[in-house]
């Protein structure tokens, strides 16, 4: 099962930051925090992913608060092509493989 | 990251026949791959972790005689769902995993599964 919470929905206007909350308020201390985002009909594409410490990279940046219980995905300057649904997933550790859960994702619309 | 193909994109049959859908990590050799699928406006249900040389795990509620999952090689897992039905019509998605701290997965453009 998902371990993580986020909003359905979200609108975002082109050339802004969009931020995208998640609260993961049940995980483990050695549990990692990853973001992919999904286009229609297209299979998910990793964004970032990280453990305690702040992270960024070409497509975000991801800021984790620091008791781990809440994160957020920032796209520094919204273009309409990353209108998408994001995940939010926190890796479950296990001696078969170390599996994601989905949750329902937030659907993001930058508008025009 | 690792690059993930899928075959076919798209795959119409009839009731009662089996499709086999496969997964190939083109520049990755993977240990561990998985099978996702997703039904329409629908998050993505993970159904089975896939181990190379071994036999697969199943996710609670997936019957392991229907969707028959293959990991032969390093680089090729196949999902058969045997004798399909029109509720086993969803979008099937594989990933790989990549070693290391990072533990990443790269996902397949998925295959779409229509049964008549």
């Known amino acids: 099962d998902a371990k993580t919470t986020q909003p359905p929905s979200m609108d975002c206007a082109e050339g802004r930051a969009a931020n995208l909350p998640c609260n993961h308020s049940?995980?483990?201390?050695?549990?990692?925090v990853y973001w992919y985002r999904q286009i229609h009909s297209q299979g998910p594409q990793y964004i970032i992913h990280g453990l305690k410490n702040n992270e960024t990279n070409e497509m975000a940046s991801l800021i984790i608060t620091e008791d781990r219980k809440s994160s957020t995905l920032i796209l520094p300057h919204a273009t309409l092509r990353d209108t998408a649904v994001y995940y939010c997933?926190?890796?479950?550790?296990?001696?078969?493989?170390?599996?994601?859960?989905f949750g329902t994702g937030t659907s993001l619309t930058v508008i025009p | 990251g690792a690059v993930v193909s899928q075959h076919p994109s798209r795959v119409i049959c009839k009731s009662g026949t089996s499709v086999k859908i496969e997964c190939r990590s083109l520049d990755f050799q993977a240990t561990t791959m998985f099978w996702y699928r997703q039904f329409p406006k629908q998050s993505l249900m993970l159904m089975a972790t896939s181990n190379e040389g071994s036999k697969a795990t199943y996710e609670q509620g997936v019957e392991k005689d229907k969707f028959l999952i293959n990991h032969a090689s390093l680089t090729l897992s196949t999902l058969t769902v045997t004798s399909a039905h029109p509720e086993d019509s969803s979008f099937y998605i594989c990933s790989v995993k990549t070693s290391g701290w990072t533990d990443t997965q790269y996902f397949g453009p998925g295959t779409r599964l229509t049964v008549l």
């Open positions: 049940t995980i483990s201390g050695n549990e990692y």
């Open positions: 997933i926190v890796r479950v550790a296990s001696n078969t493989g170390n599996q994601f859960y």
